[in-house]
């Protein structure tokens, strides 16, 4: 059973997961080996049991490497003993980790992402957001995504890290080629991408090593100065683990929130009326108009897990190696849990979507997100007026950006008139 939209869907998937949700809420890809799970209760119980569903890259390599049945703890040791061959060209990161090492690496960077500490970067934010603004009004045309949704992001994450926003088109040339050699397969971890994974890898590396040199030498107040004197049971983290929190807070740092701000604009210009409600109550709404976006076009569509043992799951007989993908886009659809969910409302209570994750690996960026999202919006109400897509849109003229796991558009454009002051 096919349990991925097409091509043509992937810009408005949402019939499709409407039918999977109703006929086929749990399915298995006999193509792929790899189950698909499209309600949000079943999202939710997948994504809090990481002792069964797992999200550790190598332990499901080694997996699909062994014909022998092995023991859950015989998996952990085996592991140890085999896996670096076949996962040399795989880094871990806390995406891709479980517990215990995943909560330690994760208390590591957790301290630089708590809300008060995001919050007092709302000045910045708002300085940043007004600036790139002002920029695109003197052009007089707008790309949201251009203009606004990546510039934004990145010069915040890039300053928290510790490098130069100068090199913002080398950290999107990266972003670009990893998520877009995902454009063209739905296959996991497909091996055949291995070599380019890691030629972009190793640039990466070369580029954070040569700043991790010099902030060894000149610390800073920066992510990358906190990472190396950083200790987990009194032990300094490694090279390759420093390298790996860099390459994800830069590439996970920015390109949620660029698909957040360019999807939240799409919504309101397709939706006039809800448009003309945040106008009249932007201080009240904007908070809630961004939690709808989240839920409506959630910008990372999926997460996967895998399975490390056989598991009957709500009678469903899953095998120890297979892999799952959760639609938290369908997710955040399901009409069991959302009433009128195709809607976009931003008056919507409750709105409990699972746009950042559920369970350990909730997003820890989610805050930045939200308050980048927000900040976009405010400075668009506040200086623009008569915003409209151009004379010549039509869904059909948006290109996706990436692959089908995430929801956004590489551009935006719209027409507007500066408000009078």
């Given at each position: 059973?096919?349990?991925?939209?097409?091509?043509?869907?992937?810009?408005?998937?949402f019939?499709?997961?409407?039918r999977?949700?109703?006929?086929?809420?749990?399915?298995?890809?006999?193509?792929?080996?790899?189950?698909?799970?499209?309600n949000?209760?079943?999202?939710?119980?997948?994504?809090?049991?990481?002792?069964?569903?797992?999200?550790?890259?190598?332990?499901?390599?080694?997996?699909q490497?062994?014909?022998?049945?092995?023991?859950?703890e015989?998996?952990?040791?085996?592991?140890?003993?085999?896996?670096?061959?076949?996962?040399k060209?795989?880094?871990s990161?806390?995406?891709t980790?479980?517990?215990?090492?995943?909560?330690?690496?994760?208390?590591?960077?957790?301290?630089?992402f708590?809300p008060?500490?995001?919050?007092?970067?709302?000045?910045?934010?708002?300085?940043?957001?007004?600036?790139?603004?002002n920029?695109?009004?003197?052009?007089?045309?707008i790309?949201?995504?251009g203009?606004?949704?990546?510039?934004?992001?990145?010069?915040?994450?890039?300053?928290?890290?510790?490098i130069?926003?100068?090199?913002?088109n080398?950290?999107k040339?990266w972003?670009?080629?990893?998520?877009?050699a995902?454009?063209?397969?739905?296959?996991?971890?497909?091996?055949?991408?291995e070599?380019?994974?890691?030629?972009?890898?190793?640039?990466?590396?070369?580029?954070?090593?040569?700043?991790?040199?010099?902030?060894?030498?000149?610390?800073?107040?920066?992510?990358?100065?906190?990472?190396?004197?950083s200790?987990?049971d009194?032990?300094?983290?490694?090279?390759?683990?420093?390298?790996?929190?860099?390459?994800?807070?830069?590439?996970?740092?920015?390109?949620t929130?660029?698909?957040?701000?360019?999807?939240t604009?799409?919504?309101?210009?397709?939706?006039?009326?809800?448009?003309r409600?945040?106008?009249?109550?932007?201080s009240?709404?904007i908070?809630?108009?961004?939690?709808?976006?989240?839920?409506?076009?959630?910008?990372?569509?999926a997460?996967?897990?895998?399975l490390?043992?056989?598991?009957?799951?709500?009678?469903?007989?899953?095998?120890?190696?297979?892999?799952?993908v959760?639609?938290?886009?369908s997710?955040n659809h399901?009409?069991?849990i959302?009433?009128?969910?195709?809607?976009?409302?931003?008056?919507?209570?409750?709105?409990?979507?699972?746009?950042?994750?559920?369970?350990?690996?909730?997003?820890?960026?989610?805050?930045?997100?939200?308050?980048?999202?927000?900040s976009?919006?405010?400075?668009?109400?506040?200086?623009?007026?008569?915003?409209?897509?151009?004379?010549n849109?039509?869904?059909?003229?948006?290109?996706?950006?990436?692959?089908?796991f995430?929801?956004?558009?590489?551009?935006?454009?719209?027409?507007?008139?500066?408000r009078?002051?």
């Amino acid at each position: 059973m096919e349990i991925f939209p097409s091509k043509n869907e992937r810009l408005n998937p949402f019939p499709f997961y409407t039918r999977m949700r109703r006929l086929n809420p749990i399915a298995f890809d006999d193509k792929n080996q790899i189950w698909g799970i499209f309600n949000y209760t079943y999202s939710k119980e997948i994504l809090s049991n990481h002792k069964i569903f797992s999200s550790d890259i190598h332990k499901l390599l080694f997996l699909q490497n062994q014909v022998k049945k092995n023991t859950h703890e015989q998996i952990n040791h085996d592991i140890k003993k085999n896996v670096a061959n076949d996962t040399k060209n795989i880094r871990s990161s806390i995406l891709t980790l479980d517990p215990p090492r995943h909560r330690q690496l994760r208390n590591v960077i957790l301290s630089a992402f708590t809300p008060n500490r995001i919050y007092n970067l709302n000045s910045r934010i708002e300085e940043v957001s007004k600036k790139l603004l002002n920029n695109a009004i003197k052009k007089g045309e707008i790309d949201i995504i251009g203009d606004l949704a990546y510039p934004l992001p990145v010069t915040i994450i890039a300053e928290l890290i510790g490098i130069p926003y100068r090199d913002h088109n080398l950290f999107k040339e990266w972003a670009d080629r990893l998520l877009g050699a995902n454009a063209n397969t739905t296959n996991f971890l497909d091996r055949k991408l291995e070599p380019d994974f890691k030629k972009i890898q190793e640039e990466m590396d070369d580029y954070f090593n040569k700043i991790i040199q010099i902030r060894e030498k000149e610390p800073k107040n920066d992510l990358i100065s906190n990472l190396i004197v950083s200790t987990i049971d009194n032990n300094r983290l490694t090279t390759e683990e420093i390298l790996s929190f860099c390459s994800l807070l830069l590439l996970a740092g920015h390109v949620t929130t660029v698909n957040l701000i360019g999807n939240t604009i799409r919504s309101l210009l397709e939706n006039p009326l809800q448009l003309r409600k945040l106008k009249k109550n932007p201080s009240a709404l904007i908070p809630s108009t961004i939690e709808e976006s989240l839920r409506y076009r959630s910008p990372v569509q999926a997460l996967f897990r895998f399975l490390l043992e056989d598991w009957d799951f709500n009678n469903y007989k899953m095998s120890r190696g297979q892999r799952i993908v959760i639609w938290l886009g369908s997710a955040n659809h399901d009409e069991a849990i959302f009433k009128n969910p195709e809607e976009f409302d931003i008056l919507r209570q409750p709105n409990e979507h699972i746009a950042f994750g559920y369970g350990i690996h909730f997003c820890i960026g989610s805050t930045l997100a939200r308050l980048e999202g927000q900040s976009v919006l405010k400075q668009i109400l506040e200086q623009l007026e008569d915003i409209s897509f151009m004379d010549n849109y039509t869904e059909g003229s948006l290109k996706p950006m990436h692959d089908v796991f995430l929801m956004g558009v590489s551009n935006l454009h719209i027409k507007f008139k500066e408000r009078k002051k």
